[in-house]
């Protein structure tokens, strides 16, 4: 059975490690960082990923700051979209709802005109919901951490 090569110095370990979370941070896969790891370092499988999964839990910390820098302007865009997304077709809704008690008597035809405008723009209203809510929640989370 083959031992496995060590590297040679402090420095190399460093430039190993430093590697590892380059790579954790663009948000690249285990398996291949840990293939490159063992051909860089001439390590069996086992040794290499031993060595990503102790940086990963090392700098958990600098892996999360790094990761944030790109989830916090894509949550900050959902959540602006959202917040546009629900304004826009709130207004709509609340233009087309009070029309409809200005023009219709009977109350079948009231609700006949309500599930109208709820099927026509009720459906991007609630996306916009969800945007503006899974914005703000995502948001939270990350600068939380």
């Excluded at 979370?21 to 398996?31: A, H, R």
């Excluded at 997304?85 to 219709?104: A, E, H, Q, V």
Aim: net charge negative; hydrophobic share 45%; glycine share 8%.
């Amino acid at each position: 059975m083959n031992q496995p090569q060590v590297p040679d110095t402090e420095s190399d370990l460093d430039a190993l490690t430093a590697f590892v979370i380059k790579e954790l941070s663009s948000f690249e896969e285990i398996d291949d960082i840990v293939v490159e790891i063992c051909t860089r370092a001439g390590w069996d499988w086992q040794r290499g990923e031993e060595f990503v999964l102790d940086v990963q839990s090392e700098h958990h910390r600098l892996l999360t700051r790094r990761r944030n820098r790109l989830l916090v302007p894509m949550g900050l865009v959902i959540f602006l979209c959202g917040a546009a997304l629900t304004y826009y077709t709130g207004d709509i809704l609340w233009r087309d709802i009070n029309s409809i008690f200005g023009r219709y008597v009977s109350n079948e035809t009231i609700i006949t005109a309500l599930i109208d405008i709820f099927i026509n723009n009720g459906y991007w209203f609630l996306i916009g919901l969800g945007m503006l809510v899974g914005g703000a929640y995502g948001l939270g989370k990350v600068l939380a951490t």
